[in-house]
């Protein structure tokens, strides 16, 4: 039952519309290439793009190809490797610890918060992490169950992954195989023959991307990047892009602090964010005292991706999501053994974990009544039976009816239910480039009648409606169409020529990817918006 109720918002999750930026832009671009035919080389706009590696438009283009140009099936590659990656885990995990700790990880990573956010919000990191697990068990499987194979398919993986986000994808390998070689003597796994055709296999695999950045770039040092000339696309990927973020090459710098990873890794763990915490504090301690343990592979890739990962001068939430797997397989171990380590103080835990639980399921619905007080009905009916399921969760663990691991996923479902049915549904119309092409495609308005003029409109506006929009900053170029989509300055603008026109449409746009608390107040929601229209210009 667990599992249906993950799936189901997960099937759910590929339904909802793009949210800007990335995920946006990545569609789009994945919508460009599939129309352009052109696989090696990658552009956003029409311009040279340098930063992300293709695998991800490849993926998105291909599913697209299949099953035509939506967002159920831009979003449908990353849905696939979000699941393998949990049986990736779960399979990982069964090869040094009994079944209860690898089904126990496998669920916590499935029904993580993070987990749910990125089969929605699609970002780049969903498919490395899926590749960097693969890598991880294949190896394990080679070396420790005699599966002859498994360094090919681990090989593969790994330029999966490089292909995905470039060099950490082989660097994570390092990060965990290589100190557990060390802490269990295990002399002969650091120099093994396979390794050399492994390397064969990444770099073979590795040449149509090196091939395309070589024909993009490197053999015209003309062309302006990044407001740059002579810029190399090879060393952009295998050196700039990772490595200049710690050196200070790349231009990138977000002041973001050693600490950063760890406070949003604070909600991306829900609804184990304790158990989480606990687990951390636990095995720094056993490292620290050289305690005995199964494997060091998890603990070493969580602990030297994170400091990798934290002294670069830019960083993002998702980016440690890449051992995301082993931090949910570290809280997996403690949650099976905190019994032992709490004993009778347990109680305590339970009821503080229970509190915090409790309070997400008490502060959301109340929150999405007061946030959304124009919400329809049936929205507000799924709130009300959410609430109500909340209620009844918690008589049921304290009946001890249902184990308190199944009641903290259940919980998250919930939370999840009314993320997906109520909450985005109210914020994504703010964004300009999910209701423009609706109304475009409500009154039939063609591609050749319709631009935008001094508007900035999200990337998903071409996606949705499949065509490059015009766009313009110049009014004598807007008014050859008969249908402008425009602001109050481009409003202006055109009656100041004295030309007729009639509002077909009013909208409020929003930067939803940053959600601040006068937009969330519905008292101050309208003066944090920008309006905007979309006008017929009248004979």
């Known amino acids: 039952m667990l599992g249906c109720a993950i799936g189901f918002l997960y099937i759910s999750n590929l339904f909802v519309p793009i949210l800007e930026i990335d995920a946006a832009q990545y569609a789009e671009m994945s919508r460009e290439m599939l129309q352009s035919t052109n696989w090696l080389h990658l552009f956003d706009l029409g311009r040279d793009y340098l930063d992300k590696p293709p695998f991800i438009f490849w993926a998105s283009a291909l599913s697209m190809k299949i099953f035509g140009v939506s967002v159920w099936a831009y979003k449908l590659p990353s849905l696939l490797f979000a699941v393998w990656a949990i049986f990736a885990l779960y399979r990982f995990s069964l090869l040094f610890y009994e079944k209860e700790i690898a089904t126990k990880a496998a669920f916590i990573f499935a029904s993580c918060q993070a987990m749910f956010l990125m089969v929605n919000d699609i970002k780049t990191d969903t498919i490395l992490m899926s590749f960097a697990i693969t890598v991880f068990w294949q190896i394990a499987a080679w070396l420790y169950k005699k ?8 090989a593969v993986s790994i330029a999966g992954a490089m292909l995905t986000k470039g060099p950490i994808g082989l660097l994570v390998v390092g990060f965990g195989f290589l100190p557990h070689f060390i802490i269990k003597k295990q002399w002969k796994n650091i120099l093994r023959w396979q390794y050399l055709p492994m390397l064969i296999v990444i770099a073979i695999l590795l040449l149509p991307m090196s091939y395309g950045l070589y024909t993009q770039f490197d053999m015209h040092p003309e062309k302006l990047v990044n407001g ?35 406070q949003n890794l604070l909600w991306g763990l829900l609804p184990f964010t304790l158990f989480f915490v606990m687990a951390g504090v636990r095995g720094l301690i056993k490292l620290a005292n050289r305690c005995h343990q199964t494997e060091w592979i998890s603990t070493a890739a969580v602990i ?8 670069s001068k830019f960083q993002l939430p998702h980016y440690i999501y890449i051992v995301l797997p082993f931090i949910c397989l570290l809280t997996a171990r403690y949650f099976v053994n905190i019994k032992n380590f709490f004993g009778h103080k347990f109680r305590i835990f339970r009821v503080v974990h229970n509190s915090l639980i409790f309070l997400l399921l008490t502060i959301l619905p109340i929150g999405l009544f007061y946030i959304f007080p124009e919400m329809n009905t049936w929205q507000s009916a799924i709130i009300v039976l959410c609430m109500l399921m909340s209620v009844g969760l918690f008589f049921l663990e304290k009946g001890k009816i249902i184990s308190l691991f199944a009641m903290s996923i259940f919980a998250v479902v919930i939370i999840n239910l009314m993320l997906t049915f109520v909450f985005y549904p109210n914020i994504i119309p703010y964004q300009s480039s999910f209701s423009i092409p609706k109304v475009v495609k409500e009154k039939n308005i063609a591609q050749d009648n319709f631009i935008i003029y001094v508007l900035e409109v999200g990337r998903s506006a071409d996606f949705l409606l499949n065509y ?10 807007a008014l050859n169409y008969q249908y402008i989509a425009t602001n109050n300055a481009g409003l202006k603008a055109i009656r100041s020529k004295g030309i007729q026109y009639e509002t077909i449409f009013r909208g409020a746009s929003y930067r939803i990817a940053k959600l601040q608390v006068d937009f969330l107040n519905p008292k101050t929601r309208k003066s944090s918006t920008t309006p ?8």
Do not use: C, H, M
């Open 147 to 154: 599966n002859n194979w498994g360094w090919l398919w681990a």
């Open 468 to 477: 490059n929009i015009a766009q313009t900053g110049i009014l004598d170029t």
């Open 532 to 539: 905007y229209y979309i006008i017929k210009i009248l004979p």
């Open 304 to 311: 030297l991706a994170y400091v990798s990962l934290g002294i």
């Open 228 to 262: 740059e000339q002579g810029v190399s696309g090879l060393r952009f990927y295998y050196w700039t892009q990772s490595f200049g973020r710690i050196t200070g090459e790349s231009v990138w710098n977000n002041n973001a602090g050693f600490t950063f990873l760890f």
